[in-house]
């Protein structure tokens, strides 16, 4: 029965491993670190909301991944979103200023 289970998810996950998958690793579970990619989060691991243990404490307003070369506040040209607009401007000093007007509503 392990077995079998097993096999099934290495086929699932052959077929279509995606960031849409509903499940955070387990190795990122309970690790201390928020990584379900909510504001404040430190990594977006695992699919929003599926690291609650973590993130419960997390505060949104407060950017963990200032000065690591990555501009993380979510403006246009960001790589990543995990910080409120405008924490992280030590890395995002090169990109367009984090708009608060714009910033959550796509064009359209
Ligand atoms: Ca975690
Ligand atoms: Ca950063």
């Known amino acids: 029965m392990k077995r079998r289970m097993s096999i ?55 950017c963990q991944t200032t000065n690591d070369g990555e501009c993380d506040d979510g403006r246009p040209g960001a790589p990543f979103h995990i910080c409120a607009p405008g924490t992280d401007e030590a890395d995002c000093a090169g990109l367009p200023p984090a708009d608060a007007d714009t910033n959550s509503v796509p064009p359209e």
């Open 8 to 62: 099934l998810l290495v086929v699932a996950c052959a077929a279509g491993c995606s960031p849409s998958a509903e499940l955070c690793p387990s190795r990122y579970l309970n690790d201390g670190d928020c990584d379900d990619g909510r504001l404040g989060a430190l990594t977006n691991l695992c699919p929003l909301g599926t690291d609650e243990a973590d993130c419960a404490n997390v505060d949104p307003t407060v």
